[in-house]
């Protein structure tokens, strides 16, 4: 008689224990699905502050090349009164000075967008230096027109990181 009374009571419980977990499991899911609603909805928020400054840095990231660029930089900055060592000497710094001014910019960036403006940067610097040794070169006006001939003819660093951020732009938007 005990047996069947144990057998009797595993029949009326295991209808309950179904219902249990079937209830657990739903309300597990539930509970896991309104997590990640809401964590939804807070990057979803969160990227609404956070695009705005992402773009802007992109922005100031291609001004900044557009400003480094070799063309530009040299109808910006001309050569005066100034010997070819200084006139190479005011390029350069003019570059670290834009450099240093957006430096705060690389949080907003990945890393290697951040490595390839760098790299323009150092590339840049090095085409200067790199003309600026030629044994030809007797002034700062020889400089200045070396450098704006060979940047006609070739495709200069910083058009390059500007295409690489043109890139990132379209993927993070």
């Given amino acids: 008689m005990d047996e069947i009374n144990i057998i ?3 029949f009326f419980l295991l209808p309950a224990v179904i219902v249990g977990a079937i209830s657990y499991y739903f309300f597990k899911m539930h509970v896991d699905n309104e997590e990640k609603l809401r964590r939804f909805l807070l990057r979803q928020e969160n990227q609404k502050t956070a695009l705005p400054i992402k773009l802007q840095a ?10 480094i660029s070799p063309g530009k930089l040299l109808l910006r900055v001309k050569p005066s009164n100034y010997s070819k060592e200084e006139y ?18 690389q949080i907003y960036l990945s890393a290697e967008c951040w490595n390839v403006i760098k790299t323009a940067k150092n590339a840049t610097i090095g085409i200067i230096r790199k003309t600026g040794m030629s044994e030809d070169m007797d002034s700062a006006e020889k400089l200045r027109e070396v450098i704006l001939t060979s940047s006609m ?11 690489f951020i043109k890139k990132e732009v379209r993927n993070t938007i």
Avoid: G
């Fill in 8 to 10: 009797q009571l595993f």
């Fill in 58 to 67: 992109f922005e100031r990231m291609a001004l900044l090349l557009e400003r």
């Fill in 88 to 105: 190479e000497q005011l390029l350069i710094r003019n570059i670290d000075q834009e450099f240093e001014h957006n430096l705060a910019q």
């Fill in 153 to 163: 003819d070739q495709t200069s660093p910083t058009d390059a990181a500007l295409e």
